[in-house]
């Protein structure tokens, strides 16, 4: 008896850990890329190359399941990926919040396949929200309630999808009619000025070591925030050494400046570690706080 329970905590954990892997681009259409033959690597429990753009679904049960999902773009510094931290485990804790989460492992811009590198990782977002989109029926999802999170260079791509309102997907036929620009978007200690408060190693990853002061200026998202900007949630520490609390301050200002709907949150403590597993209480609270805005948002 003890042999078969053990068999069956053993499947159970693992049904429970296996998640559905999405090839975001339909086979022969990825843009952007020379065909070079590379493969998926990992260092030091990051990613630090993609061979394709992949999408891991994470759903709760259906008898839980919102009609909202989120796309979780993990961080890095658009040098690698903070998969499983900045990944899987957002993914996991929106799962106990009855909210789908597909978690996006995009292409990196320091990669040797591409043929322009700063645009990579918006066309694999803007990708998988057209995807989603497309098959928010197979998910049990709204195509009507679909977002993103983005922690620290994640942040920047999900504030870049947010206001890049050309598509770059490329693809062709009944794709062209699907929106790029996600229902709302929740950004943590995100990098969004590439200039005098940038985080310089996300400026060169995504840049070049030489941008010019006029590609600065456009990838520095504070400076794309329209009134068309979905309603967008920010939670920073003051405290952050790594990305200057500056970037979130920058890009709020703006959303008030257009009227973009919205709330952040600026936390003493907590460095740029705001993520599942807090050091304090207070810093731990953005969960709640990003829980109710969601709801708030999605009864409207």
């Known amino acids: 008896m003890k042999k078969i329970s053990f068999l069956l905590l053993i499947f159970f954990t693992l049904h429970l850990s296996a998640q559905e892997k999405i090839m975001v681009w339909p086979k022969g259409q990825m843009p952007n890329s020379k065909g070079l033959p590379l493969k998926t ?13 992949e999408l891991f679904a994470f759903l709760p049960p259906k008898e839980e399941r919102k009609q909202m ?23 996991k804790w929106f799962n106990t919040q009855g909210i789908s989460a597909f978690v996006l492992n995009y292409r990196l811009p320091t990669s040797p396949d591409l043929k322009q590198k700063e645009i990579a990782p918006l066309q694999d977002i803007q990708a998988a929200i057209k995807y989603l989109r497309k098959n928010a029926g197979q998910y049990g999802i709204s195509p009507e309630q679909i977002g993103v999170i983005g922690t620290s260079a994640g942040g920047h791509l999900a504030a870049s999808v947010s206001n890049i309102t050309e598509d770059y997907t490329e693809l062709k036929g009944d794709w062209t009619s699907i929106p790029t620009i996600p229902n709302f978007a929740i950004l943590v200690s995100p990098v969004i000025d590439l ?17 010019s002061p006029e590609k600065i200026k456009e990838y520095s998202m504070q400076n794309r925030v329209t009134e068309k900007t979905p309603p967008t949630i920010l939670f920073h520490a003051q405290n952050d050494k790594t990305v200057p609390v500056m970037n979130s301050i920058l890009y709020y200002q703006e959303m008030i400046k257009n009227k973009v709907k919205g709330a952040m949150f600026i936390f003493p403590e907590g460095e740029h570690k705001i993520g599942i597993t807090n050091k ?7 969960k709640k706080l990003c829980s109710d805005w969601l709801t708030m948002i999605g009864n409207k």
């Open 69 to 91: 999902a989120v796309i979780v773009i993990p961080g890095g510094g658009y040098y690698k990926l903070t998969y499983d931290l900045g990944g899987y485990q957002i993914a």
């Open 280 to 286: 304090s209480e207070l810093t731990d609270n953005w």
């Open 195 to 211: 200039g005098e408060f940038a985080h310089i190693g996300s400026r060169n990853s995504l840049l070049g070591e030489n941008a």
């Open 41 to 53: 690597e990992e260092k030091d429990g990051r990613i630090i190359q993609i061979k394709e753009t």
